[in-house]
């Protein structure tokens, strides 16, 4: 049982902000977090945490080691110190994704903020980027409310998928520069597996999203390190500093790698199948078509082709869409449709990657002043017809030959999963709702009754309803209704699938933001084309977590060149099937955009015509694809960002040990506390570590049972560590109880009021021999008594950092190391009652609490002055590149000259020497003026190097306050 006194120095001791190199620091955010400890994203927590006066780090691990997850630490940490202005910037596709990570597993509010949410938020008198909550935006919509995020001093932003941002520095790169100039003073956090594919100067282009003073301008970058001769050495130093990246073959002795193994399921289509294949495929290749609006075409074709590979009748419904809409056409009701591409994007549930792309297009090139064409009504109706025709014609398959191969291949992926003793269960993608609802009741009319349950964007059937509403029923009372329904319902229907249903048909909804561990076999009934996309679908199950093998199955139509040739890129150049890591990087990183990608297939399914061409066409590509994926700069790439220490394993191991102990120390004293303050108030079970709250302290905090530690369930006898770190797939709470976290209601009331503690000067009693294990440094106090006063200091420099400063003596006037008295506080202590401090030693004891706070001010002063030291040293050096530019720049113009003078000499006629002598003029009067402003150059970038190192000086000065939390009387037995 601890004391008042202990309540209130645990209460601040959880709380307390750490220093920026203090390797606590983290143990805030790692305690209120529901993920697996794993020691790579500690080290990049940190990374990103080291320097108060960093703009941000860039972190770069390979696909697969948990970016996300190392950047909702730094996020969490950032929450539990207050500093809660905090942005997600993000592609489009994966916007809820993020939601969801930051909501289940880091209990951290989101708001997904675009268009809709912040009307919505307006018609409430709120601020829409004034949210109690993460706000996560795409690139798109981020741009297009820069000047808002301008006006919001940000505490840090992440940018996710930022190479998709490397060529930011580009003037005509207007998302890049957009965001540039709207966060230049927030800190930022950058994730991405590939940081550099193609050329360094992507490097440079990340750094400037960064900081626009890691480099000079971008002609400086270019003659020190892109050049022939670069110095790759000098920028791999530079790099380290702000770039951090951990591959896998690093982490293999913490994360296990199951396989991937793939099988291919072929089907032979029926004459008639694939007849009406050909003839829809005739109609798409039409050079002019009123079916297919002029704006989004290669959108719209893409579109319809995936539905043509996927069912029967995912294109008869799309063909009376199409014909529908030609109907109102020819009623001259409308000219155009500039929506129709985005319409069978939501009817279908495809891809939002799709949907950027048709919102990325500029409305004006549509623009109304342009004459309108005549509409040809004999076209017009001839199209109707043929649309009406196909569309009957489709709906006349019935059951096609792909659809009974689907049985053919579960029993085939069941089987094998039979062979790894993984459980029955198999994800199913379409990308088509139709194709969806058509499967389902295929499938439980052929042996798989009451085990399939659909999942999609929308999640609104009757079935997912209804699930829904069950698991609110079963949960009700508990903390794990998030409150929002698509969060609530995603999760009720993967419970539903992991507890109850054999089969899980998704749209492309489910390749992102679910992570579904405990299903280790991926069906592609219909196989997109992006491999970034492939890799997203197989990455559900194929992740950290997964206990066995995954096979995926991808079905192939037999009478199809062009889908042949698909499934042999996505094979055999991306690797996507086969291998204990799938997708490389690298390979996947080469792609700029996944949906040009698409495009260029789109291309050679609607120009090729015959096997020939196809086959001619797929192998140039193949070609394009071997030259951009380039071993050079692989190489490179190898050179300037992999970690070559050979204690990087031993390095990795001690700090998951470190953060292993500082956590279970973390938590002890949370639930000592816990159970301290709320013991009149809750009946607690310290073999579960739970209790239950019978009488809440606040309305907003509801009674029930709480948990600590996020896990089903939890083992006595164990640290706490042991326990949080067990080999469950899911990290969630025991059912129908709240998870009990620091940042929670109830956890925030308990550590207030436990500050807020009356702790008059007493006499306590420390039973060293009660301890469970031994405290050599408190032994040796056996029979000694003395005086010990706590001190709370606040030190306010680049950031804020508190300490807790014991000073003590024993009766001999002896002092006490900091050590021993935290020690102290450990063993089993009684109060025996108040006492009277003597002022002569509370005089001794404020001497001794003067000297150690100096001492600590010191400390902290030499840490922020290192602090200081690097950040001047990269000011000088950005000063020394833009020298190094306007030399260069000078250096050239005489090269020229030179060159110049030599043609000259050899000119043959005079003409000809004549306008050379004149381009030699020209240079030199040139030269004459880069001579003069050389110096006046060099004067500028210096007085700017020198005024922001003056301006860092300043911030240097630290401010301080400290306050005396108790004085005790002690005695050790």
């Known amino acids: 049982m601890i004391t008042s006194f202990h309540a209130k120095y645990f209460a601040h001791e959880l709380t307390r902000r750490h220093g920026a190199n203090d390797t606590e620091r983290l143990s805030q955010s790692l305690f209120d977090a529901s993920v697996d400890l794993n020691p790579h994203q500690i080290e990049a927590a940190l990374f990103a945490l080291k320097s108060p006066l960093s703009k941000g780090v860039l972190l770069a691990d390979e696909v697969g080691l948990g970016k996300t997850i190392e950047a909702g630490i730094v996020l969490c940490q950032y929450w539990s110190e207050r500093r809660r202005r905090l942005l997600v910037i993000c592609p489009a596709s994966l916007r809820k994704q993020w939601a969801l990570e930051l909501e289940e597993k880091f209990n951290l509010p989101a708001f997904v903020l675009d268009a809709k949410t912040w009307r919505d938020t307006l018609k409430k008198d709120q601020s ?6 993460i706000i996560i935006l795409s690139y798109n919509y981020a741009n297009r409310i820069r000047d808002d995020l301008k006006s919001i001093a940000w505490d840090l932003v992440v940018i996710d998928e930022a190479h998709k941002l490397r060529n930011a520095y580009r003037e005509s790169n207007k998302i890049g520069q957009g965001l540039r100039w709207a966060l230049e003073d927030s800190r930022k956090l950058l994730l991405t597996a590939t940081p550099l594919q193609n050329s360094l100067l992507e490097l440079y282009g990340l750094s400037t999203l960064i900081d626009e003073h890691l480099f000079g301008d971008v002609n400086a970058f270019r003659s020190q390190y892109v050049t022939a001769g670069g110095d790759l050495d000098g920028l791999r130093q530079r790099l380290s500093g702000f770039c951090r990246r951990t591959l896998r073959n690093q982490v293999t002795e913490y994360i296990r790698y199951t396989e991937r193994r793939a099988i291919t399921q072929p089907f032979r289509p029926t004459d008639d199948e694939h007849k009406l294949y050909e003839a829809v495929t005739a109609f798409l290749q039409r050079p002019n078509s009123y079916a297919i609006p002029k ?11 995936k539905l043509l590979a996927s069912s029967s009748l995912a294109i008869a419904g799309t063909l009376e869409t199409m014909k529908l809409r030609l109907e109102v056409l020819r009623d001259e009701k409308i000219q155009d449709d500039p929506d129709f591409a985005e319409q069978l994007l939501r ?27 005549t509409i040809d009504r004999k076209q017009l109706k001839e199209e109707i017809d043929l649309l009406t025709q196909l569309a009957a014609w489709a709906r006349s398959i019935g059951t096609d030959t792909k659809t009974r191969s689907l049985l053919s291949a579960l029993e085939i992926g069941f089987q094998q999963l039979a062979t790894t003793h993984a459980q029955r269960k198999a994800l199913i993608f379409t990308e088509s709702r139709r194709t969806q609802a058509y499967l389902k009741d295929y499938l439980e009319a052929n042996g798989y009754a009451g085990q399939v349950v659909q999942f999609s964007g929308t999640n609104n059937t009757p079935e997912a309803t209804t699930i829904y509403q069950d698991w609110l029923t079963a949960n009700q009372g508990t903390g794990r209704i998030a409150g929002s329904r698509d969060i609530d319902i995603r999760t009720a229907l993967i419970e539903y699938f992991r507890d109850q249903a054999s089969i899980m048909i ?114 140039a590509l193949q070609t394009e694809m071997d030259e951009r994926i380039q071993a050079r700069m692989i190489d490179t790439r190898k050179l300037l960002l992999e970690n070559f220490d050979e204690d990087v394993h031993e390095r990795l191991r001690l700090q998951l040990k470190d953060a292993k102990a500082q956590l279970d120390r973390f938590g002890k004293r949370f639930w000592s506390l816990t159970y301290f303050m709320l013991q009149d108030r809750a009946q607690f079970d310290d073999v579960a570590l739970a209790f239950d709250l019978t009488q809440p302290p606040k309305p907003d905090i509801a009674a029930g ?27 969630r709470a025991e059912f129908g109880a709240f998870l009990y976290r620091l940042s929670h209601p109830l956890g925030e009331f308990v550590i207030d009021q436990a500050k807020a503690l009356e702790t008059p000067s007493a006499h306590l009693v420390f039973n060293v021999s009660a301890y469970q294990n031994r405290l050599l440094v408190v032994e040796t106090l056996r029979g000694k008594s003395g005086y010990l006063t706590l001190m709370a200091l606040a030190v306010e420099s680049y950031e804020r950092e508190e300490y807790l400063l014991f000073s003590a003596i024993d009766n001999q006037g002896l002092p006490l190391e900091q050590e021993t008295c935290e020690k102290l506080f450990n ?29 600590t001010i010191s400390q902290s002063l030499e840490a922020n002055n290192k602090h200081f030291n690097d950040a001047r040293e990269k000011l000088e050096k950005w000063a020394d590149d833009l020298v190094l530019a306007a030399e260069k720049a000078l250096k050239d113009t005489k090269e020229q000259i030179k060159i110049l003078q030599r043609q000259a000499r050899l000119a043959t006629n005079l003409e000809e020497q004549y306008d050379i002598q004149q381009k030699i003029l020209k240079l030199e009067k040139q030269q004459r003026r880069q001579r003069q402003e050389i110096f006046q150059v060099e004067d500028d970038i210096i007085a700017k190097r020198d005024g922001l190192i003056d301006a860092l000086e300043r911030r240097l000065t630290q401010k301080t306050e400290s306050k005396r939390l108790f004085t005790i009387e002690w005695v050790v037995i």
């Not at 704006?295 to 082709?305: A, G, K, N, S």
């Open 705 to 731: 049972r709480y948990h600590l530690i996020s896990k089903t369930t939890p083992h006595a006898n164990k640290p706490l560590l042991e326990v949080a770190e067990d080999t469950s797939q899911e990290v």
């Open 347 to 373: 009817d279908e549930d495809i891809e939002e990657d799709l949907l950027d792309e048709i919102l990325s297009i500029d409305p004006l090139e549509d623009d109304d002043t342009t004459p309108k064409p």
């Open 827 to 855: 063993c089993a202590t009684t109060v025996s009652g108040a006492v009277v401090i003597p002022d002569s030693i509370n005089q001794r004891l404020d001497a001794e609490a003067e000297r150690h706070i100096k001492a």
């Open 295 to 305: 704006r989004q075409r290669h959108l719209t074709e893409l579109i319809l082709r």
């Open 128 to 133: 829409p980027i004034s949210q109690k909550a």
């Open 506 to 619: 998704a749209t492309e909804a489910a390749a992102e933001g679910v992570n579904i561990q405990f299903c280790s076999l991926v069906i592609n009934y219909d196989l997109p084309w992006n491999p970034q996309r492939v890799e997203q679908r197989i990455g559900r199950c194929h992740r950290y977590g997964q206990q066995h093998d995954v096979v995926v199955i991808n079905f192939l139509n037999e009478r199809n060149d062009a889908d042949r040739r698909v499934l042999e890129l996505l094979t055999e150049k991306f690797n996507l099937f086969n291998g204990v890591f799938g997708a490389s990087d690298d390979v996947l990183g080469s792609i700029e955009s996944g949906v040009d990608f698409e495009k260029r297939i789109l291309t050679i399914y609607q120009q090729c015509r015959t096997p020939t061409e196809i086959e001619a066409a797929f192998k």
